[in-house]
T-cell receptor, first 113, second 105 residues
Framework: EAEVAQSPRYKITEKSQAVAFWCDPI?????LYWYRQILGQGPELLVQ????????DSQLPKDRFSAERLKGVDSTLKIQPAELGDSAMYLC???????????FGPGTRLTVL | RKEVEQDPGPFNVPEGATVAFNCTYS??????FFWYRQDCRKEPKLLMS???SGNEDGRFTAQLNRASQYISLLIRDSKLSDSATYLC??????FGAGTRLTVKP
C-alpha cells in the first residue's frame, strides 16, 4: 500500500538553529499539506500545495518558516531559526482530489532545547 | 468562532457503551467531511467519510446535518481498542481540536 514518507522521524535541535523536514507524498497526489500539531491539540494547517504552487500559507510564520515543492512531487519545510515554541509534531499529508481523504505520513517530532 | 469545533471531552465510557461526538463547522459552503482517528503519538488515520445521506461502517455511524452545520460520530458497543482521539475535518482540511475517548473495562 502506498504511503506518505517523512524524514527524519525525530529531530532534536537547539534554539536559533536551522531545521528541515522532508516529505514524499503518495505518487500521483497533486495536493500536499504540512501541519503542525502541538500535544493535546488538533493539527494546524501550515501550508497547502497544489502541484508546485502554494494554495494556502496564511498560517505559516513566514519570518522563520519556509516551504517548497519545486517539482511538484516531494516537499521540504524549513525553520530558521528554531524557537522553543516550535516543539511539536510536523505532519505531512497528501490527497488525490479535492473530495478525497488525506493520507498522513508518520510525522517528524521536533524538540527544540 | 473557530472554523471547526468539537466536543471538548474527554469521554470516559465503559466497554459496551454507546458514545456520540459532535463537530460544528462555520463554512456553510463546505462540501466534504471526514472523521479521523489518532492514537497517541501517531499520525491521524481516516475512520470514515461523512456523506449527505449518512453512512455506517460496523459499529460506527456518521451523520451530516447541513442545516445546523454539524457532523456526528456514533460508536456502538465500545471496545477498549476504540480508545483514541477522534478528529473531524472539513473539506478545506481544517481540523477540530479532537475529542479524547477512553473506553474502560
Amino acid at each position: 500500500e502506498a504511503e506518505v514518507a517523512q524524514s527524519p522521524r525525530y529531530k532534536i535541535t537547539e534554539k536559533s538553529q536551522a531545521v528541515a523536514f522532508w516529505c514524499d507524498p503518495i505518487s500521483g497526489h497533486a495536493t500536499l499539506y504540512w501541519y503542525r500539531q502541538i500535544l493535546g491539540q488538533g493539527p494546524e494547517l501550515l501550508v497547502q500545495f497544489q502541484d508546485e504552487s502554494v494554495v494556502d500559507d496564511s498560517q505559516l510564520p513566514k519570518d522563520r518558516f519556509s516551504a517548497e515543492r519545486l517539482k511538484g512531487v516531494d516537499s521540504t519545510l524549513k525553520i530558521q531559526p528554531a524557537e522553543l515554541g516550535d516543539s511539536a509534531m510536523y505532519l505531512c499529508a497528501s490527497r488525490l482530489e479535492i473530495y478525497n481523504e488525506q493520507f498522513f505520513g508518520p510525522g517528524t517530532r521536533l524538540t527544540v532545547l | 468562532r473557530k472554523e471547526v469545533e468539537q466536543d471538548p471531552g474527554p469521554f470516559n465510557v465503559p466497554e459496551g457503551a454507546t458514545v456520540a461526538f459532535n463537530c460544528t463547522y462555520s463554512n456553510s459552503a463546505s462540501q466534504s467531511f471526514f472523521w479521523y482517528r489518532q492514537d497517541c503519538r501517531k499520525e491521524p488515520k481516516l475512520l470514515m467519510s461523512v456523506y449527505s445521506s449518512g453512512n455506517e461502517d460496523g459499529r460506527f455511524t456518521a451523520q451530516l446535518n447541513r442545516a445546523s452545520q454539524y457532523i456526528s460520530l456514533l460508536i456502538r458497543d465500545s471496545k477498549l481498542s476504540d480508545s483514541a482521539t477522534y478528529l473531524c475535518v472539513v473539506n478545506d482540511m481544517r481540523f477540530g481540536a479532537g475529542t479524547r475517548l477512553t473506553v474502560k473495562p
